[in-house]
């Protein structure tokens, strides 16, 4: 009588390990410590995310190679003072959100908060909660 033989196999390059989440990409000279409340307002809307350093300085190709690579098709990008946030679908020098980084810890959250939010398809929040609408860069 013949054995019922058990064969695993595994195709790597068949198999996508990576998660849906927002990628965030920071400029390596920005501390994990000033990440805090963006990352914050993102885990609040319940959106997993990933931050990955970079040697890159222009925050807007930070924001534009990580919402490329994002899974949720956004992209956050921070350096030493910006925040960008753009989705896949937007040209690199027409970015979603822009903003300081740590010039007010409620600014940094809801920024954190509206990248997840534009996953969610939801209105994007101020600082206080009202809803607000962002302008395109230039306006």
């Known amino acids: 009588m013949a054995k019922d033989i058990l064969v695993e196999v595994q195709v790597p390059h068949l198999v996508d390990t990576k998660l849906p989440a927002v990628e965030v990409y920071v400029h390596d000279r920005v501390g994990d410590h000033q990440l805090t409340e963006i990352l914050l307002g ?3 809307e319940s959106i997993p995310y990933v931050v990955s350093q970079r040697a890159e300085s222009n925050p807007l190709e930070l924001a ?3 919402a490329i690579v ?5 992209g956050i990008g921070v350096t030493v003072d910006d925040v960008v946030i753009t989705t896949e679908k937007l040209p690199v020098d027409q970015p979603y959100i822009t903003g300081q980084l740590n010039r ?3 600014v940094d959250r809801a920024l954190g ?7 969610k398809r939801m209105p994007l929040t101020g600082p206080s909660g009202e809803s607000i609408l962002f302008a395109p860069t230039g306006a």
């Open 42 to 44: 993102v885990e609040e």
């Open 64 to 66: 534009q190679k990580a």
């Open 70 to 74: 994002s899974r949720l098709g956004v």
């Open 104 to 106: 007010n810890h409620a």
């Open 113 to 119: 908060q509206a990248a997840a939010r534009i996953v």
